[in-house]
């Protein structure tokens, strides 16, 4: 059974920082794609928005409004992802949700974690 769970939410004051985290169990987590993506207030599933990714080779990608704010990094010997986000601001507030992807063979495994709530308020 696959598990994505993360952690590291809560409330924060806008200029400051959060580090969440991804572990993740029952895939063979360094063949994967690991990405973050966030779901603001009001927002439906379909409008959910990609953060960061990061691939099994360590290449990274970034939203144009996190650039130079968001970091995303994995420890394949943990399992683990992470995304430190730094310069918080209030359009930051969403649930923050880690993702699992994999091509191979014409075959897509995708799954998600429960998300953690990301709050950004003074």
């Known amino acids: 059974q696959v598990q994505l769970v993360e952690s590291g939410g809560g409330l924060v004051q806008p200029g400051g920082s959060l580090r969440l985290s991804c572990a993740a169990s029952?895939?063979?987590?360094?063949?994967?794609?690991m990405g973050w993506y966030r779901q603001a207030p009001g927002k439906q599933r379909e409008q959910r928005e990609l953060?960061?990714?990061?691939?099994?080779?360590?290449?990274?990608n970034y939203a144009d409004s996190v650039k130079g704010r968001f970091f995303i990094s994995r420890d394949n010997a943990k399992n683990t992802v992470y995304l430190q986000m730094n310069s918080l601001n209030p359009e930051d507030t969403a649930v923050y949700y880690c993702n699992a992807r994999r091509y191979f063979a014409g075959y897509l495994s995708d799954y998600w974690g429960q998300g953690t709530q990301v709050t950004v308020a003074s």
């Open positions: 953060v960061a990714t990061i691939t099994s080779a360590g290449s990274t």
């Open positions: 029952g895939i063979i987590f360094n063949v994967y794609a």
